[in-house]
């Protein structure tokens, strides 16, 4: 059973940063499987950055230059590192990873991000 515990969030204001963690627990096949989703509130949740399957990184185009995914394979964690914020950042932030052996996705419980004008 795979557990994916997010940490870090919290209020920032405009123009600050902000480091969320997940640390994985369980059998991680991959963890270039493991990526950043956010929901803010009344919409859908959407991709922020993920790792390729080739080790690169993809993030959406709101964040791309802002936000940086990086991992540390033997703790088995993958970070967020979030500079430049904005108000429009603020959402649950969340912790994904897809196992493609069995085509299941596994979230963390979310952690609040929220960025004041």
């Known amino acids: 059973q795979v557990q994916l515990v997010e940490s870090g969030g919290g209020l920032v204001q405009a123009g600050g940063s902000l480091r969320l963690s997940c640390a994985a627990s369980g059998s991680i096949f991959s963890i270039n499987a493991m990526g950043w989703y956010r929901q803010a509130p009344g919409k859908q949740r959407e991709l922020v950055a993920t790792f390729t399957s080739g080790g690169g990184t993809n993030y959406a185009v709101s964040v791309k230059g802002r936000f940086t995914i990086s991992r540390d394979n033997a703790k088995k964690t993958v970070y967020l590192q979030m500079n430049s914020l904005k108000p429009e950042d603020t959402a649950v932030y969340y912790c994904?990873?897809?196992?493609?052996?069995?085509?299941?996705?596994?979230w963390g419980q979310g952690t609040q991000v929220t960025v004041s004008s």
């Open positions: 994904n990873y897809y196992e493609a052996l069995i085509g299941r996705n596994y």
